[in-house]
């Protein structure tokens, strides 16, 4: 099997053998609307076979492998998301690496993104270790969660407009059932930032009327409630980013010690 069939004893599978499986949109919209609590909806997430095409590729990744993990067993589901269950802080990335989070089960695990993401969230005190190499390494967040917006590895990385919006009810439910917690929304990369403001509508986000442009450090409060929320950006720390300098580890420590004094 390509997969780590749920319920197997998999380190932090959040689903068994009897957790309900989505196989189109329609059912990913049912099954996120009726998640009452996030074990539910990470259980929900974490079986979905909703996108043909990405359930194809992600099972070929773990069947065929990375010649340095050909050793592994790949976890070959979506990758919920994950962390504290009552977070102040929300971080929200693009999508599972194929031979990361794809791997270990555990969003920006095992791939160099999520070892420059893990040590900066360390060094800031939300994160009680440098590093995240697999799903039971004793990693923990602190008053931060990491979800995706789409929760399967891509092909190139790049998901298609339908598998965006098929995706989109697990983002917007996690996002609602965290909402009375979070204080600080940190966008990983442009299209986070992008994706994130439709899903902020969805959760009943009171939302400038003009979207504010993507940027490094860039900021703004917006409401829920009566309680204002920081949403701030900061490049994503792809091996492109970190390799030609454009994030460098000054530039993601600054961005996690804001939000951690925002949180506050």
Known sequence: MSFVPPGTGWPGDPATAATPVAHDPADVRRLAATSTTLAELTAAQSVCRACPRLVA?????????????????????????????????????????????????????????????????FRTGLAAQETSTHAGDGQRLIDTRVVASVRCAPPANKPEPSEKSACFPWMARELALVAQDVRVIVALGGYAWQAMWPALKETGYELPRARPPFGHGAESVIRYGERPVTLLGCYHPSQQNTFTGRVTAHMLDEIFTRARSLAV
Do not use: C, K, M
């Open 57 to 121: 590729w992600r099972e070929e990744v773990a069947e065929v492998r990375r010649r340095a993990f050909a050793d592994e067993t790949y976890w070959g589901r979506p990758v919920p998301g994950w962390g504290a269950e009552h977070p102040r802080i929300l971080l929200v990335g693009l999508a599972p690496a194929a031979h990361g989070g794809n791997r270990t089960g555990r969003i920006f695990t095992g791939d160099r993104s999520g070892d420059w993401l893990f040590a900066s969230l």
